[in-house]
């Protein structure tokens, strides 16, 4: 499919208050939206008129990539609950009622993976620091306040958690000083990471009151931002009232002597294709940031070889550089969207022995689990076991990074606790009383 550039527009958003009528030029029937509209009320829905005029190829739907990116579908939770809740809308329940039976739903759904609430955010005596996490002594993230909405939602999102309007579910702060104060008292950190929702959908004087600080703290070598604005939003950077002066605030980023690393993330080839990104492509790069780019594997979107070859080809030649492609993380709807870990491995293999040296920047696949980022290298025989070899990019422990280990295969497993252990009774990261049988 290759789109049409249409005029300019401001920003118009969704939300699940059109749900219904966007549902309808789909061509889904009442039964059909109203079992979509009971997901919604679990998981969020956000979406703008530039993906929805832009990036949806209708005439494929529901099946179209884009379309099955931010809209949700029937049966992405469970039978019951969705059942359940289709009933409470259909028969005109309070919204507290509603929102009871969802938030129920919700705790069921691991809405904060990988210790996010109780191992990664940091402390001042017995205080916990909000809107922050530090999960590895180099890096630190912080949630701007203002930025933890986005400009569309995206169905798989680890961090659904932060839109659902639960604020114990939310990770956010304007407390720059005390982000500074924490930097200067920590100087193993060398990299801050702005992260979300999306930094992006914050204007540039706002976005300047939490980056220019940063400057000025000399132990930091770089600064990133976690967006999917190139995808969702391009004109960010190009036609909006104040693009050119976020520029010219990434501009001073760089001046300043700081890398400043736009984490964009594309979930597909489409959203590169409007000339309108690769102009802001362009504009970003030209202010001495570096534009890396990564996604998670997520089945009926991107579970194919041929759809991250292309992407990474694309992200290359527009001057952007492959980084990671991310195993679907433990929350959510992880069991609708989930690739195993065997077909991930070999998607990821497939694609990378079909691009050039230069999109072998690419890592993964990559689980942000627990203990830290950790890599499927591949599918092994040893000692006449079959075994997934796998080895650590970051973790909470230094000593484990880059140490190569063992887990026996499994066809079916989708995240690291659906993993035993090969060759020994625990996993390097496991303590001596983490014991497992040898064979289960």
Not at 367 to 372: I, L, Q, R
Request: charged share 20%; with cysteine; net charge negative.
């Amino acid at each position: 499919m290759i789109l049409k550039e249409g005029p300019t527009r401001g920003f118009r958003a969704y939300t699940a208050k059109h749900l219904d009528d966007l549902l309808r030029r789909a061509g889904l029937d009442e039964e059909e939206r109203i079992r979509v509209r009971a997901v919604a009320t679990v998981l969020p829905f956000r979406t703008n008129a530039y993906v929805v005029d832009q990036l949806i190829d209708w005439s494929a739907v529901p099946d179209d990539p884009m379309y099955r990116l931010v809209f949700p579908q029937a049966d992405m939770l469970p039978e019951a609950d969705v059942t359940r809740l289709a009933g409470l809308l259909g028969n005109g329940a309070s919204n507290a009622e509603i929102q009871a039976a969802a938030h129920n739903v919700r705790m069921r759904l691991n809405p904060h993976p990988a210790g996010q609430l109780d191992l990664n955010v940091p402390m001042v005596g017995r205080e916990q620091i909000p809107g922050m996490q530090h999960k590895y002594p180099e890096t630190v993230l912080f949630f701007p306040k203002q930025g933890q909405t986005c400009h569309a939602y995206c169905t798989y999102c680890f961090r659904w958690a932060q839109f659902v309007g639960e604020p114990d579910l939310k990770f956010a702060s304007d407390d720059v000083e005390g982000l500074v104060g924490y930097l200067k008292d920590h100087p193993e950190v060398t990299s801050v990471l702005l992260t979300g929702g999306d930094p992006m959908i914050m204007g540039e004087p706002v976005l300047r009151r939490y980056l220019e600080p940063l400057l000025a703290v000399e132990q930091l070598e770089s600064i990133r931002i976690g967006t999917k604005s190139l995808g969702y939003w391009p004109q960010r950077f190009v036609s909006d009232p104040d693009a050119d002066d976020t520029l010219r605030l990434f501009a001073s980023v760089v001046e300043a002597g700081k890398n400043l690393a736009f984490m964009a993330h594309f979930s597909h080839p489409r959203e590169m294709e409007p000339l309108v990104v690769e102009t802001a492509v362009s504009r970003i790069l030209a202010t001495g940031a570096v534009i890396r780019t990564q996604a998670p594997l997520i089945r009926s979107i991107n579970d194919t070889p041929g759809t991250w070859a292309s992407m990474w080809r694309r992200q290359l030649t527009m001057g952007m550089v492959p980084y990671y492609m991310f195993v679907e993380r433990d929350t959510g709807p992880q069991d609708y969207f989930a690739v195993p870990l065997a077909r991930g491995y070999e998607i990821f293999r497939d694609a990378y022995a079909s691009v050039s040296g230069l999109c072998r920047t690419v890592r993964g696949p990559s689980m942000s689990a627990t203990p830290g980022k950790i890599c499927v290298d591949g599918v092994a025989e040893i000692a006449g076991e079959e075994v997934f070899v796998l080895h650590f990019i970051q973790a909470r422990d230094p000593d484990l990074v880059g140490r190569p280990f063992f887990a026996r295969y499994d066809p079916t497993a989708v995240w690291l606790t659906d993993l035993r252990p090969a060759f020994a009774d625990r996993f390097p990261f496991e303590s001596a009383a983490t014991v497992r049988p040898m064979f289960v």
